[in-house]
């Protein structure tokens, strides 16, 4: 049921460290497509960025566990019954709203976050036969190198895609139901009503020491991973 | 005459022969272009290394890399005659016939972007040798896109 505007009240939803990967995911994911599109010497940004969305992506699936409550997949993944009958809300008059990423949405937030690892590893993985491989390449055979950088030009584009309909999806919350997403990833707050409200301020907050801790090893793994050769020459 | 008339025939047999050896098979153009993007991948490759800064740049290996490069870049375009797109593994696309005219251009940036890399290689330009090794993979990576199979 659509309330009045003057109903409902501001609520923290999003952690600091949900708001600074998704943003952080965004100027990466802006940067890859632009690199990897270009080519040339742009290339060598292509991989730092890809490193360094790697290492965001894996930072963000560990946070997915012992996150702040509303990071968790235990509070965005629903059933598909549920997801389900969400969408065919959607699209009607009512709206029903969510505290965190709504049972649709959070569908959403696993497949980009798995696709995006799958990407970011294939791209360690791929040689695009002009003057760049992987840090990894080496360990698999040419043809195969071949074979995943065409997986990681076919994972591109369907990222694309997804990005597409994900920016699709919050720009009809924005003007149909007139819910501000965007606003609510920078500020971490969302407008809510009352009894949801209440629910958000009395959730499971994120603990800083455990994030700084998790993102500290999902960077040192992704830097051990690409200097892996360097590391273990024999 | 009649020893005359057999000479004759046997030397147009010969010919004849000599002509259908010096037509190379579909498989032979296709070996032909490929062995040449080979040996181009083989010399261009390491000079990547230099152009991200993995490797310190050195002038004699990079004159010698592309005094290689430069004949090397002329090679391949006469291995894509007619009736080769579906050769062997080839990845040729079908637009580089359709669209010869563009694949032409293609070819022809390619070696102009090479040669260029040659001559700063000669000249010791390291900075502008990294550079251009960029812009020599985006004329790669142009034709790539458009004329090869992903």
């Known amino acids: ?234 | 005459m009649k020893t005359l008339t057999k000479i004759a025939i046997a030397a147009g047999a010969v010919a004849l022969a000599t002509t259908a050896m010096a037509q190379p098979k579909p498989e032979n153009f296709v070996k032909q272009r490929q062995s040449a993007f080979a040996l181009i991948g083989w010399y261009f490759g390491p000079l990547g290394a230099v152009a991200k800064g993995e490797k310190p740049f050195n002038k004699d290996d990079a004159v010698r890399a592309t005094s290689y490069l430069v004949p090397l870049s002329k090679m391949p375009w006469e291995g894509f005659v007619a009736g080769t797109e579906n050769v062997g593994n080839t990845k040729a696309k079908p637009e580089i016939w359709s669209k010869a005219a563009d694949f032409k251009k293609a070819a022809d940036n390619m070696q102009t972007e090479m040669a260029k890399l040659a001559q700063l290689a000669s000249a010791g330009d390291e900075a502008g040798f990294k550079k251009q090794f960029g812009a020599v993979g985006g004329t790669c990576k142009a034709c790539h896109d458009d004329f090869r199979k992903q």
């Open chain 1, 1 to 234: 049921m659509t309330k009045p505007a003057t109903d409902l009240i501001s609520a923290p939803v999003w952690d600091g460290f949900v708001r600074v990967f998704h943003w952080s995911l965004v100027a990466l994911f802006v940067i890859s497509v632009i690199t990897g599109k270009v080519g040339g010497n742009a290339i060598a940004w292509h991989m730092w960025s890809g490193y360094a969305i790697l290492a965001l992506v894996l930072f963000r699936i560990l946070w997915g566990f012992v996150g702040g409550e509303y990071a968790r997949y235990g509070s965005f993944l629903s059933s598909p019954g549920r997801a389900f009958r969400f969408a065919k809300g959607l699209m009607g008059k009512t709206h029903e709203y969510v505290v965190g990423h709504n049972p649709v949405g959070g569908w959403m937030v696993l497949a980009l976050l798995l696709l995006l690892a799958t990407q970011a590893v294939l791209g360690l993985f791929s040689n695009d036969e002009i003057a760049t491989t992987g840090p990894l390449a080496r360990y698999i055979s040419d043809e195969a190198s071949i074979k995943l950088m065409s997986r990681h030009r076919l994972i591109g584009d369907l990222l694309l895609i997804m990005v597409g309909v994900h920016i699709a999806a919050v720009l009809f919350h924005l003007f149909v139901k007139k819910e501000n997403l965007v606003r609510a990833m920078f500020s971490g707050r969302k407008e809510l009503p009352a009894e949801l409200a209440r629910e958000a301020e009395a959730s499971r907050k994120a603990s800083m020491p455990l994030g700084f801790i998790l993102l500290s090893i999902a960077i040192a793994a992704v830097a051990i991973a690409v200097n892996w050769p360097a590391l273990f020459k024999s």
